[in-house]
């Protein structure tokens, strides 16, 4: 399977616990995003890399989140202290770059998060 | 916060009727697209329009986009129960140099064998 993957699919956590998620873009993508849905709303922007660089960041992402892509590849998400309110499904898609802003994202299936 | 707003919010139809949703937005655009969510999945691209388009087909897809009222209209024809999933349309907005998506709130359209 070539698509975008991500991993874990499903993640019960207790408040306060650290958690990471790891998403694996399609190979040759050099743009990779995070999204955050939350039930019975759209995907939310979170945060987008070019290659290794993180290039923007949603408000949405406080300072308990850091998210990185080392050597542009996989992406790593990591919330620490998790809080109830964490709890939503992470999105994360990947694009070629060769066509500005019109392109399309290919989504991963999500990792669905609940924070008790 | 959403870009805008999906109308109806759920679509209750028979197979083979066809399925309308619209979706209207806050902001000039430099394209809008069509998302299909499986219950509990990732999302699936289904077509994308450019502002500077009005109409485009795909398949049993047809989507069309008023910029000067900020809307578009997806039409699913001669729909199949497959096709039941939650429908999003989502903006590029203009003046950025990637595709950082905004989405609207979706609708989720039930098709009855």
């Known amino acids: 399977d070539t698509g975008v993957s991500q991993d874990p699919r499903h993640k019960i956590t207790k408040r306060g616990q650290n958690v990471t998620f790891r998403c694996d873009p399609i190979?040759?993508?050099?743009?990779l995003y995070w999204y955050r849905q939350t039930l019975g709303q759209g995907p939310e922007f979170l945060t987008y890399?070019?290659?290794?660089?993180?290039?923007?960041k949603s408000r949405l992402l406080s300072d308990r989140f850091s998210a990185e892509r080392p050597k542009g590849s996989f992406s790593t998400l990591e919330i620490q202290r998790t809080e109830q309110g964490d709890s939503a499904m992470y999105l994360c898609?990947?694009?070629?770059?060769?066509?500005?802003?019109?392109?399309?994202?290919?989504f991963g299936p999500g990792t669905r998060l609940l924070v008790l | 916060s959403q870009q805008g707003e999906e109308d109806p919010q759920a679509l209750s139809i028979q197979e083979g009727e066809n399925a309308t949703m619209n979706c209207s937005y806050k902001?000039?655009?430099?394209?809008l697209q069509w998302y299909r969510q499986n219950s509990g999945r990732g999302l699936v691209h289904l077509i994308l329009?450019?502002?500077?388009?009005r109409e485009k087909h795909s398949g049993r897809l047809r989507v069309t986009l008023d910029t000067s009222k900020k809307s578009s209209s997806l039409l699913i024809t001669a729909s199949r129960a497959a096709d039941t999933a939650s429908y999003f349309c989502?903006?590029?907005?203009?003046?950025?140099?990637?595709?950082?998506?905004?989405f609207g709130q979706g609708t989720i359209l039930t098709v009855h064998p």
């Open positions: 890399f070019q290659n290794e660089a993180q290039l923007e």
């Open positions: 898609a990947s694009s070629p770059s060769d066509r500005g802003a019109e392109e399309t994202q290919y």
């Open positions: 902001t000039s655009i430099n394209n």
């Open positions: 989502a903006t590029a907005s203009r003046g950025t140099s990637y595709g950082k998506l905004t």
């Open positions: 329009i450019r502002s500077n388009e």
């Open positions: 190979s040759e993508h050099n743009r």
